[in-house]
């Protein structure tokens, strides 16, 4: 039973964060310490909106030598539409605490 | 050291993570090796074993919706069962004048009412209030809101609180106390998985 409520505040970051820039391949890393999210929080999150269909990624080769493969997020045309509807914050000061 | 100890914690992410999220895992290892700063390491593969367990728990959330129903409907039928007590117990020690045939011809039924009648009425009281909390917390849970696990949490503790007073009352209950209050496993199991499923900030909708 699908139930409509606000996106969480750590949700908005990251669906505003990749808003910024559409068009570009983000990393995990860069959308870290761009939100302020640590990697338990902003991985399920990904997989969420991956699942919802807000997201896409695909598998980019590294720059640096001998590392594996960098996986990569944008948002898909109905994250864009999401993320354009979403009050852009005064101050993004994002909570880890669960709301 | 601190490469083996990150080495451990994505081994142990990659056994709890589901299979069918290895791309997520695998996704995550892709940006672990690119982290240049151990303590920064450290943080993202502790991040990577939160972020296995998170998913591990959405996927058994239709566990964790059973169980706030399942936990709601026990909690409102200790609570019924606190009021029948208290009807039934407060009806005996209305009637000083009941005899012990008057309730069976049970062994044990003449120490049973005289268990019933020494019983003080203040401690028979409070049995009304921990229904009530039970109820409220009953009705919070299927509301899903965070008092839930308070006011159910209240009402087991002043439970308990009164069993031990009963056990150490000269006249009192000759239960053990894992008798008294065994009633409370179930809250106290159930409580806990629903509030570990409640802890995922990422099991809230977008």
Redesign the interface.
Known sequence: M????A??P??CAV?LALAAQPQAWR???DLMGETGL????????????SD?G?LE?E?RP?V?AG?????AYRLTAHGMA?ASALPRPAASQISE??? | MINSLCARLLDHAARVMPGP?Q??L??????F???KNPLAAI??A??????SY??RI?DMMIFALITRWVLAAYALFCAGAYLLATALLGAIKATPQIKPEDLGTDPGTTESLSFIQAYPAWQLAVFVPIAGLLVMGAIQLVRRKRSALTLLASGAAIAVLLAVLDLSRAGGSDWPLAMSTGWLIPIIALALVWWLS?????????
Not at chain 2, 198 to 206: F, H, M, T, V
Request: with cysteine; aromatic share 8%.
């Open positions: 699908a139930r409509n409520r996106p969480s750590q949700t669906l990393y995990g890393y640590k990697s338990g929080a902003l991985y399920p999150l990904l997989i969420r909106l919802q807000l990624s598998w590294s640096l590392r594996p493969p960098r996986h999401i605490q669960p709301a | 999220r791309t997520w695998n996704a995550m290892h892709g940006e090796a690119h982290i943080a993202f502790l991040g990577c074993v939160q972020a998170l998913q959405r409640r802890r995922a900030p990422d099991l809230k909708p977008a």
